[in-house]
Structure formats: C-alpha cells, structure tokens
C-alpha cells in the first residue's frame, strides 16, 4: 500500500497519477465511482422510509446530492481509463459538488441571505478553478479545500437556524469530517475513494433526517 503524495490523494495539482503503477487502480476507481449510487439511494430512501416526499427542505437535500452523482462517477472512470486524474474531470467534479451544496444550504436554512453565502462561496470555487491566475486554477487543493468550506457552511444552519442544535449534526459533521481526513491523509492507497464515498452514507441519512424533522413541523410529512 502506498500513501498518496503530497496534499491529499491529488498531491495539490490537477491531473496527478499516484497510484498509475497499482495494477489494482482500475477496479478501485470503478468501485469508487458505482459506490457514489449508494449515498444517492439514500437520499431518496431516508424521505420515503420517514413518509416524506413532498417537503420542500427534503427535496432541495436530494437535489443537492444528485447534482454531485454523475461528474463524480465520470471523474472516477476516467481514473480508471486513463490510469491518472484528468484535470478537466476533475474540475467538473467540484464545480458541481460547489454548486449544488447552495441547494443543500437552502435545504437546511430557508433563509435567503444565508443562501447567498453559499452562492458567493460557491461561485467564486468555480471561477478559482475555471478563470483565475494559474497560481490559483492550477490549484487542486485550493478548490478541494474551498469545496469542503462550503460543505461546512451548509451544515451550520443545524445550529443557527434552530432552536436548539439539530441532534442530526453530531453525526452528519462527524461523517463528512472523517472523509475529508482520508481524503487528505489518504490512509488505504488506491481504496481511499471507495472508503471516503461511504462514508458519504450517514452523512446524507443525517442530512435527509435533519431535513425531514423541518418539513414535518411545517406539515409537510408525518414522521
């Protein structure tokens, strides 16, 4: 097993190959793609299981995890194919992990101007990686690093936007928190991806529960 160079699996620059030698990278990275399904499932699974299709906070949480699925997946095979990260994939994939963590922001707030947050912080990740001074663009783990910003900031209305702390944060922060720990440290080589897509589980699970407890007080959904 060999741990990945630098900051983070990447080692802080787009298109990076540290594990082209592993014969076991193709599989690792299809695997890691088709788990990116199984958060997905339960984005959908959480609201059916609880009774809550039409809650409008529960809708935006789908809608902001779907939106992350299928630039994932597409970044994780073309690891696969090409035996190296492809830089425009990779951008694609957080482009719109950044983009759709403003629906999740929305989700959890329902405040506007706290949406706008997420916006500002959002779009200014896309222009960084997209636009910017090479110093900037060339930067995977400056944009990586401005994503989970905006993971965090869609968290926090758990605390500032309820009466008292959502009992669902705990276990969401601690979820998202641990994957970005392996992201960055990169503990199980080439199978780090797969790990760090499950751990993606009981964040979303915690992130639909949090969503259905608000659209239930509103009468949207029976719990």
Not at 17 to 33: D, E, F, I, R, T
Not at 189 to 202: E, F, K, Y
Request: with cysteine; net charge neutral.
């Amino acid at each position: 097993m060999v741990v990945g160079e630098g900051l983070g699996v990447h080692g802080g620059k787009w298109g990076s190959a540290p594990y082209w030698k592993n014969p076991k990278l193709p599989m690792a990275q299809v695997v890691a793609g088709l788990l990116m399904f199984g958060p997905l499932l339960i984005a959908f699974w959480t609201p059916w299981r609880h009774n809550c299709w039409s809650g409008t906070r529960t809708s935006y949480i789908q809608m902001s995890f779907a939106g992350t699925v299928p630039f994932s997946v597409l970044n994780h095979f073309g690891h696969a194919f090409c035996g190296r990260w492809v830089p425009v994939l990779q951008k694609l994939d957080r482009s719109f992990i950044a983009l759709s963590s403003i629906a999740g922001s929305y989700a959890m707030s329902q405040d506007m101007a706290y949406t706008l947050g997420s916006a500002l912080l959002s779009l200014t990740t896309v222009f960084l990686m997209w636009f910017a001074h090479p110093k900037f663009r060339d930067s995977e783990s400056l944009a990586t690093g401005l994503v989970a910003v905006g993971i965090i900031y869609g968290l926090l209305p758990m605390i500032f936007h309820r009466e008292s702390i959502d009992p669902n944060l705990l276990p969401a922060a601690s979820a998202i928190l641990a994957g970005f720990g392996l992201f960055q440290c990169d503990p199980l080589g080439v199978w780090t991806d797969s790990a760090w897509h499950l751990l993606l589980v009981p964040y979303v699970h915690f992130c639909a529960l949090s969503a259905i407890s608000l659209d239930s007080h509103a009468g949207h959904c029976a719990l």
